[in-house]
């Protein structure tokens, strides 16, 4: 029988999203028939014969055989499942089967999704066992990142950064977030012990990009938005009247609540109330008739007053300083283009990307131009070699003193803006209330310090923080440079050596200038100040590594290696003042000259060695050693030893789950191990080191720090077990662990008597221990041609314990309102117990312990601060925090949406315990968060809130009053995305257009209105640049 | 390519020496010796010196001994301050906390001194030999002497009837690291004898050193020193004789009429001056602007607290009680804001800042005049004067006439106030009480802001009254009279030492005492 030629037309997609696949191969299965796919996905083929099936492939793709019928639509799936997942660890990769720790992979999509100009801010909630906490927002600044809690009590916790392989000490922001590939957090032992002297707080390992697709691929994304605050402030007074009225109520209640007579304390409060050198607030903004008074014996402002106050030259009108200094309109743009792919024997990325942040508030800003080339070529079959190249040049404004964690600085305007009685004004206003211009052109700002405008301002005078801003420069210009050189040579079958050398090179100019004009260096003339820091750092390392498979069955995988890590870091600095024009170089000025210089160096060297072997690729064992030497300590204390070992046990390869279908992959894996921590902010803490200062024209040496000669490593004990699972198909995945760090002779600068001349000692003592639960789950929901639905949530479940502390301790150490005490967190305040108000006098009370003659111990309750007692908080740390999201597909359009949150501590708010003073003299002019009208009245007796009383200075002291939860949820990202249809495109030549709106630090639901518990562990100030909610709309471009 | 392991020898490069480095300069240059013996001295003018090493807090009352004096001043009768977050010297004795920055400061600057005293003495021998080092020896015991002569005033009431009770803890160059942290308070007598002791050895070992500035102690400063001492535990004929032998060694004599007659006490050339801290335009107190002593204390700064108003003043009561004829009436603005002193042509750019402005209040002191005599001058590089010839002739008065010689003793206080001060002077009660009170009375007036009039009030077991006769110029809320030898008047041992130091426990710490309110004691 002769069948007559047919030919069979036909289409292929992507089975993941219907899009039409260009290029796919579709032959005749045992024939050298075959075509290629059209630019809409077709094809035609001609079959003669019986032979009817058709094998289509397409890279990337699982290779389908299909029976041909006519109009055939052939349907491919991805095979992204078939290849393993290949896992970046210490000093190489390995394939996620055979990992015996734990580690955790966030991925450039989810990266990109966020617009962040530092990595570190993209964690959050994304990976169990990572907190990041944020005590600044200013655009560039990073996170601190903590994984598995806090295992330090001095010495750092921050874990450290590899990039692409080589320890790195720079500034995070310096690398360009669409450059990153993925960030892997390595949390465990067996995956960092081998970073010994500096892994005890987990590492980070970021990979930027590399090529991968035969064709250059062209991507270009460009974004604009907008900038605001992402957290609101407290809900403070804004009405000058209640403000004055309150205050007034203050002074008044300190002559009456003390036995004097109304008429008296009116008269006092009144007399009292706007002199600044009395406790009062200095500035009147009222008008009231001739001989009346602000307020009435009733205590309300009098009905007769209108807002501003014209006397002599000026107009006194309060401003809303909170509105006037965020701006509204903060551009936030980002264009980024990459170009990469293969070609041969070469694998190249480069890119360049601009960023233009400009914050919330005034001449702050990031601006950040970064490039990088990532090259690798196979020069000879056994010769691999490569490099790659990042600068970033980076101008960032970033105002003095916005980040300040002292809240006292009157320079710090989140600070002043938050907390400043709406009663003062913000600028000078003439006779007839206009703002008044100066003949330099700048607006005049109200510095309340008597000179220009004959007032002082009680709250923060002699500064105005918001024209400090417009004319004080504080600028960094940043040139880093990162590279990265590598020579893989094949020297026989299974034996490699690598050769890895990594150069970090930051040049950093910083100039820093108060203005001639205006504030506290108007006298002087101004102050130029110019900082350079040079930063060099070499990171070398040479491995050998060794892999082979005997008899089919065992798996060895062996490495040796040695590594060195040298760092530089050199400051010059010199100021003037006088100023000739607000140019901020000294050479404009010319008075006064300072200058100094200093260099740092630091350096690290170790052996390395691990040994992988698996059975079966069934049963995998690990081991892990590294000898490591750190310049920190003194010779006879500088070596130390590092190791682990893991087990890993694919349980679903065993015959008794074989047949249980659903279960696509179990795992039980543990490890356990020692790493280093060297770090204690010192870099020659074993050692005394003394100020070179002059006196009288000679030199003395004061004492700058107490060494300790005896000083050695911090170590951290780590003990992880777990399961890692993908079951029913692989719709749901995640890893459940539990997870104990011990530390041990922790770094931390013991307390001595001041007596003694110093006040502490570095010592290797105590223990502390971080015990919990890591959950990560992530699912495909729901799955269908045109509708996707993923989500994943992670939780951490821990508990910071002290297990040991320097006997001569006694088991418990006071630090000012920290207890540390052993069987409690490191995070336990040792506050006075709030025992309410005195109903009877409205005072504030506090606990104090009274021990009668027989021992027995009662309560009593007083209303003297100094004689209360202090007690234990207990832990503050949340029970457990973690993040949560979803992604959704349909068609075109995607959507994402992500959240952090914590439950179960509590945190010390310090911004509404200062916002709750009692109007006492030195609070005189801090607004009041509008919880104070409860406070104690003769008519109102049954509140929680103590009198106001300018007498009662300890009110607002600290107590546990002001503990507050720190439980939150914060939306931290949601993205909305459109592809457009790729047949629209394929005429341009065009690959992908993606339009997309994305918007950050969307909302934070906490305790109270304007607490951000991200800012710490245990207590809260809104007085650091707060977080920026970003929101903007771009474009990406594929060709 | 680095392959040894010298790599991981590293070193700091510049400002800041390690203990090995300070060896080897040393021994290639024994001079540098020299500079242990000045470290003393920086230790006293070392900017946010006593709280830097707790979490770099950096207080804008932390500047040194000067900023110590004036604690001390304003938590007395006769300063006053405004009542405003400005003012970081207030007179409410919030630092009688335990756990205050203040009382963190007043304690850590004194041992922090008496450190640096005790290196000198470690690395220097004990039976010292050569001329330099008796001279270094000697300054060092005098200067740890002057420490412990402050904390035993501070933390215990005074020596006369208090003799046993506990005092402060001794920290000498033997003292161990374990004694060091299990060191409990010694008796008020132990600690005098220590300082006693102290101060002869200096005396003699300080015999013909000539020092280089006054900003070294000499003999006649360790005369004044141990005259101070004798003072306070009322041997009456040593303390005239030491304040005597003060004065001849160093020929000091007291500022003439028409020296006081301008603002003045801002430079160690004086001839009044035996003892001062030099401070000069670099030193990081004056490069800090505002954080020294005459940012917060000297009216005439163009860079300082003052110039928000946190002027210091006398209080009414006391200025009303000095006769016009006294020169020193003109130290103060009068009730209209005028002096004499502020009368001359120099100071109109100063008045033409302050005098029309609300800030520019009556009774502010102009005794302390600018840096290099330049009102509104912004650099506050003056010296902070420690001792000079008047507290000697007061102390030789007070002492003489204690000793049983009352007319001598008036006939030296009137020698000295009728040719320097006020010529209309007499003392009207000739007994020896009647003496010491009118030294004291010239000791509130003369060393008014120079750090003695509280301990006066202390040694003379006097209440501390700010409101006479219902007339007070402090703040309405700090006015407020305390008995004598009130629990309140003396400090708490700081809670660090407290919480570190185990032969010192809670309970034996002063008592705990409220703060006064507005009205009380009166």
Redesign the interface.
Known sequence: MVLAQTSISGKVISAEDGEEIVGATVMVKGTTTGTITNVNGNFTISLSGTNRTLVVSYVGMKTAEVLATPNMIVRLESDAAELEEVLVVAYGTTKRSSFTGSAAVVKSDAIEKRQASNVTNTLSGQIAGVQGINSDGAPGSGSKIRIRGIGSMYASNAPLYVVDGIPYDGDISAINTTDIESVTVLKDAASNALYGARGANGVIMITTKKGNSRVARINVDAKWGNNSRGVDNYSVMTDPGMYYETHYQALYN?QFL?GKTSHVAHD?ANK?LLD????GLGYQVYSVPAGERLIGSNGKLNPQATLGYTEGQFTYLPDIWYDEVFKKNNLRQEYNINISGTEGKMNYYMSAGYLDDTGIIENSGLSRLSTRLNVDYQAREWLKVGSNLSYTNSKNRYPDEQTTD?DTSSANLFFVANAIAPIYPLYIRDASGKIMIDSNGYTMYDY????TV???R?????SNPASAIALDNSIYADDIFNGKWFANIDITEGLKASANFGVYAANSRYNFSLNPYYG??A??GGVANVEHNRKFAVN?NYLLTYDKEFDGVHNVGVLAGFE?Y?YKSQ?LWGSK?KMYSNTPEISNAIL?P?T??????????GFLARANYDYVGKYHFSASYRRD???RFH?DH?WGNFWSGGFGWIMNKESFLEDQSWINLLKFKMSYGAQGNDDLGN??AY???????????????????K?NKDLTWETSHNFNTGFDFSLFADRLGGTIEYFSRTTSDMLYYK??????????LPVNVGSVRNAGVEIDLNGKVYSSRDLKITAYANATLLKNTILELEE?LGGE????SYIYKKGSSLMNRYLRKYAGVDKETGASQWYKEVTDSFGNVTMEKVT????ATQFETGDLLPDVYGGFGTNVTYKGFDASVAFAYQLGGKIYDNTYARLMHSGY?????TNWHTDILKAWTPENKDTDVPRLN??D?YTSSASDRFLVSSNYLSLQNITIGYTLPSNLLKKYNIEKVRIYGVADNLALWAARKGLDPRQSYSASGNYTYSPIRSISGGVSISF | ??SC?D??????????????Q?EDAVSANPK?L???V??M???MI?LF?ALS??DDL?RHNDFGYPGIALMLETTGQDMTC??????WF?G?F?D??Y?SYES?IL??QF??Q???A?NVLSATSENPSSALEKAYRGQALAFRAFNYLHLAQMYQFTYIGHENDPC??I?TEKTT?DE??N?PRASVKTVYGLIMSDLNLAISYLKGFIP??K?FISQGAAYGLRARANLLMQDWEQAASDADSALIVSGAVPYTKKEVSVPSFNTANANSVIWAN?I?????VV?S??VNWPGHFCSFT??GYV???AFKSINKPLYDAIPTSDVRKGWWLNENKQSPLVADKKYDKWKETYA????F?PYINVKFGAYKDLP?N??NSQDWILMRAEEMTLIKAEALAMSGDPGQGKAVLEGFVKENRDATFTVTDATDVGVQNAVWKQRRIELWGEGFAYFDVLRLKKPLNRVENGVSSF???WQYNIPAESPILLWRI????I????GISESQNNP????P???DGL
């Open positions: 300190s003390d006092f009292n600044a050198a009395n406790g002292d309340g310090d008597g000179a004959p007032k002082i009680s709250f923060m005078g002699m506290q260096y006298s002087t070398q060195s040298a400051n003042e006064n300072s100094e210089s200093s260099t740092d160096t630091y350096s690290t060297m030497a750190s310049s010779p500088r870099y020659y050692l005394d080191q003394y100020s070179v200062v002059m006196q009288d024209d000679d030199f003395a040496t004061t004492l700058k720090y060494g307390p001595v008597s001041p007596s003694l001349g110093y006040s502490e001569s150490w006071i630090d000012g003297s601060y100094a004689s003299s030195s609070d005189a002019g300018t007498s200075q | 390519m680095y392991t790599m991981l020898d590293t070193l700091p490069a510049g400002s800041t020496i390690t203990s090995e300070k540098l020299a500079a242990d000045n470290t001295y920086a230790s070392k010196g090493a707790y950096e405004f009542n405003s977050g400005y003012n207030g409410d919030a009688r906390k756990d963190w304690w850590n041992y922090n008496i450190y640096a005790n402060v803890p920290l690291m060091a942290v060191n280089a500035s900003g030099i000069r335009e670099t030193n990081e490069t602007g505002i163009g860079n110039n928000v108003g029309e402005d609300e800030n209040t509104m912004t650099v703040p309405d809320a700081s809670s660090k030492e919480n570190a130091n185990a705990v005492a409220d703060v309110k507005k009205g």
